[in-house]
């Protein structure tokens, strides 16, 4: 075989090999809730799925649908309220309304959550509204998963549709729980995740989360038969190489 050609060879298979890697989805993207009153909770996350399992009583898509009106009787504009729409709370900002609504958790007791994807996602993010109250804080606990806080509603800023925080966070500092008394913002978990598990321990009426990413990766099935060929061909050339050396 002539030089050039096994080259040639070499290059297209490292090529097909290098392209049969999961790729990643750098762009933001947020979770798109399926409206819902009961069982697992599911929405779409860019190519991804995501799905919520712990205590909630609804789940509002992008048009705020859902099994009741979205301000619950709360006074906040109906359903076409978007909560996550004051810029100085929310940075960054979710790109719908969609969100899960948690009502009427009381008695302090504390219950398991998780969010689970379907396909691994990168530096994931929590936005919530409204978490705890000036009375009672909620906790939301994520065990040895360390956290930042990207912006939330502080006690000197601008509030939001609900009042601003009773206490200030550190935003250079790293937290596992999040204790909230009128919390609302974004945080930000640091690197590649199937799932968040967590704890929350509430004694309040009415809070809401949604999720996001900074990216997906995309293991799709057809990667790894080209990935497959690419090292195949690989492992040829480089036999043919070592057979006209001998």
């Known amino acids: ?21 999961p790729s990643a989805l750098s762009a933001q993207v947020w979770a798109s809730w399926t409206a819902n009153c009961g069982g697992a909770a599911t929405g779409s996350l860019g190519s ?26 709360w006074g906040l504009g109906g359903p076409a309220q978007n909560y996550f729409a004051p810029a100085n709370v929310y940075n960054p900002a979710p790109d719908n ?17 998780a969010l689970t994807f379907s396909q691994a996602v990168i530096d994931p993010y929590i936005a919530f509204i409204s978490v705890g109250n000036g009375q009672y804080p909620v906790i939301y606990d994520f065990g040895d998963l360390e956290f930042t806080i990207l912006s939330y509603n502080d006690p000197n800023g601008a509030p939001p549709y609900w009042n601003n925080s009773v ?13 909230g008394q009128e919390f609302s913002g974004v945080i930000q978990f640091k690197g590649t995740f199937t799932s968040l598990a967590f704890t929350v321990n509430t ?19 057809s990667t790894y038969a080209l990935m ?14 070592r057979k006209q050396q001998a």
């Open 48 to 73: 991804a799925t995501v799905s919520y399992t712990g205590p909630y009583n609804a789940v509002y898509d992008k048009d705020l649908n859902a099994c009741q009106p979205a301000d619950a009787g």
């Open 1 to 21: 075989m002539r030089p050039h050609t096994m080259k040639k060879l070499l290059t297209l298979a490292t090529t097909a090999a290098i392209l049969a890697l």
């Open 203 to 221: 004694d309040e009426n009415w809070h809401g989360f949604t999720v996001g990413a900074a990216g997906t990766v995309v293991p799709e099935p």
């Open 167 to 179: 206490t200030s966070f550190d935003l250079s500092q790293t937290y596992t729980q999040l204790v």
């Open 228 to 241: 497959g060929t690419g090292l195949l061909a690989l492992g040829w050339v480089s036999r043919r190489r």
């Open 97 to 113: 309304a969609s969100f899960v609504q948690v009502v009427n958790v009381v008695n302090r007791q504390q219950r398991s959550g």
